[in-house]
């Protein structure tokens, strides 16, 4: 049962967002947002982009920000501009970090700064993503934290792009989804509620994947260095 707590939790929540946002729907008009958003053409993707990246580098939550994307641009375009935004954030408030700030940085991260070059020395971009899908600080504290790491910055865009996907793609759709509510579209609700559920099901499980594949990766490394010292002798 507790194995199962996450994702209860998730779905739950879900459930209640989207629930919530079908009884007030009559109070959004979800039609004026895109009509402003296809009148405003590319500066639309342009202003939302900046507030994704300003939103990321003051240590601002991102997740309302990855909802309106599904809601204004859809779940694949939404998806991407989401992606592209984050990572944006992440690499100006890692250069922040490395070459501007770091005293206080190092100040603010404390004994989790040691934690961290200590992962990435040891596991490199391994680390990098296990902390994007199981972050064991917040996004926007671990974007400055790995300035301040040895791990390139292409790399650590790389690693950030492709590991926020799941969970950004996720909250993506449940923008959609409300959207869908929002403006009546009545037929389509149950499947893409059940899709998105789904994903959140999936994120929750994604973690102890890679848990699973990091401590098999170290039994190994384990076993190698035993065997390399028993030949040595």
Same mark, same amino acid.
């Given at each position: 049962?507790?194995?199962?707590?996450?994702?209860?939790?998730?779905?739950?929540?879900?459930?209640?967002?989207?629930?919530?946002?079908?009884?007030?729907?009559?109070?959004?008009?979800?039609?004026?947002?895109?009509?402003?958003?296809?009148?405003?053409?590319?500066?639309?993707?342009?202003?939302?982009?900046?507030?994704?990246?300003?939103?990321?580098?003051?240590?601002?939550?991102?997740?309302?920000?990855?909802?309106?994307?599904?809601?204004?641009?859809?779940?694949?375009?939404?998806?991407?501009?989401?992606?592209?935004? #984050?990572?944006?954030?992440?690499? *100006?408030?890692? %250069? =922040? +970090?490395?070459?501007?700030?770091?005293?206080?940085?190092? &100040?603010? @991260?404390?004994?989790?700064?040691?934690?961290?070059?200590?992962?990435?020395?040891?596991?490199?971009?391994?680390?990098?993503?296990?902390?994007?899908?199981?972050?064991?600080?917040?996004?926007?504290?671990?974007?400055?934290?790995?300035?301040?790491?040895?791990?390139?910055?292409?790399?650590?865009?790389?690693?950030?792009?492709?590991?926020?996907?799941?969970?950004?793609?996720?909250?993506?759709?449940?923008?959609?989804?409300?959207?869908?509510?929002?403006?009546?579209?009545?037929?389509?609700?149950?499947?893409? #509620?059940?899709?998105?559920?789904? *994903?959140?099901? %999936? =994120? +929750?499980?994604?973690?102890?994947?890679?848990?699973?594949? &990091?401590? @098999?990766?170290?039994?190994?490394?384990?076993?190698?260095?035993?065997?390399?010292?028993?030949?040595?002798?």
């Amino acid at each position: 049962m507790k194995k199962l707590l996450p994702q209860m939790v998730l779905a739950g929540i879900f459930v209640a967002g989207v629930a919530a946002a079908f009884y007030y729907r009559d109070e959004f008009n979800v039609a004026v947002i895109q009509q402003w958003a296809e009148q405003a053409g590319p500066w639309a993707i342009v202003f939302f982009m900046l507030a994704y990246i300003v939103v990321t580098a003051l240590f601002l939550p991102g997740s309302v920000l990855n909802l309106a994307g599904g809601a204004v641009f859809g779940p694949v375009w939404g998806t991407f501009y989401n992606l592209a935004g #984050s990572t944006l954030g992440a690499m *100006l408030a890692f %250069l =922040i +970090a490395r070459y501007v700030a770091s005293d206080w940085v190092e &100040r603010t @991260a404390g004994r989790r700064l040691k934690r961290l070059i200590r992962g990435v020395e040891h596991e490199g971009w391994r680390f990098v993503a296990f902390t994007r899908l199981m972050p064991i600080a917040p996004f926007n504290f671990l974007n400055y934290a790995f300035g301040l790491t040895r791990i390139k910055l292409s790399h650590y865009l790389i690693v950030t792009y492709i590991f926020l996907f799941p969970s950004t793609f996720a909250l993506t759709y449940m923008g959609f989804v409300g959207r869908e509510a929002l403006s009546g579209q009545e037929e389509n609700l149950i499947r893409n #509620s059940m899709i998105a559920i789904t *994903l959140f099901a %999936l =994120i +929750a499980y994604l973690p102890r994947v890679f848990i699973k594949y &990091r401590r @098999a990766r170290a039994r190994h490394a384990a076993q190698r260095a035993h065997l390399h010292r028993a030949h040595s002798r």
